[in-house]
């Protein structure tokens, strides 16, 4: 019942499984139904298809090299976001706890 009534809060081992469930498996979630959704939905492929066709018949090799570096690093920035924000989480129930007991 302390648990409902927030009187005690969630495990630090809860948040950490959820820190890999959010770090792991919804990106892999997030690509495969994107793939899915464009291999699906027949007008949205062929649209991506001709601007991405389009898109690098026009940029030059080093804007291509910049254009993936972007979003690998918008993917890594995210992840550390992630990994921060649980951090604080579990510092903050590692302080609790310190003050409570």
Request: aromatic share 24%; hydrophobic share 55%.
């Amino acid at each position: 019942m302390d648990f409902l009534t927030f009187k005690s809060f969630i495990s630090i081992n809860v948040l950490i499984l959820f820190y890999y469930v959010g770090a792991i498996i919804i990106p892999l979630f997030a690509w495969t139904l994107a793939t899915w959704f464009l291999r699906n939905y027949h007008p949205i492929d062929t649209t991506y298809q001709q601007i991405k066709k389009s898109l690098w018949k026009h940029i030059t090799t080093q804007q291509k090299i910049y254009l993936l570096l972007f979003f690998i690093f918008g993917f890594f920035f995210m992840e550390l976001l992630w990994r921060m924000m649980f951090e604080f989480l579990i510092a903050y129930l590692q302080i609790r706890d310190a003050l409570v007991t």
